[in-house]
């Protein structure tokens, strides 16, 4: 089950197939990118989570592979909010 926040609504959606899913988490706080992928991990056991730090990194990794689902800070440095 995904929850997710969007304007003060709660939007509860089931993963039809979480054995393949595929998230990307972008934060460039250690302590965040941590406790997201340990959320994830507990939340989605089979899923492939992988991490990074910046947005150059992010769209290197979204360039070179498809993702279900893309956790990412908006408040990175080098390139805030949804310019990322």
Sequence with gaps: ???ARSDGLTINQ???NTSNLKILVVD???L???GTVN???QQYPD??????KTAQ?????IANSNFDLLVMDLCI?????MSA
């Excluded at 990194?57 to 990794?61: G, I, M, P, R």
């Excluded at 440095?77 to 909010?81: N, V």
């Design 77 to 81: 440095p080098e390139k805030p909010g």
């Design 39 to 41: 959320e994830l991990s």
């Design 14 to 16: 089931d993963l039809p």
């Design 1 to 3: 089950m995904v929850n």
């Design 47 to 52: 899923a492939e989570i992988v991490k990074t």
């Design 57 to 61: 990194q992010a769209q290197e990794e």
């Design 32 to 34: 965040i990118l941590k």
């Design 28 to 30: 460039d706080h250690q």
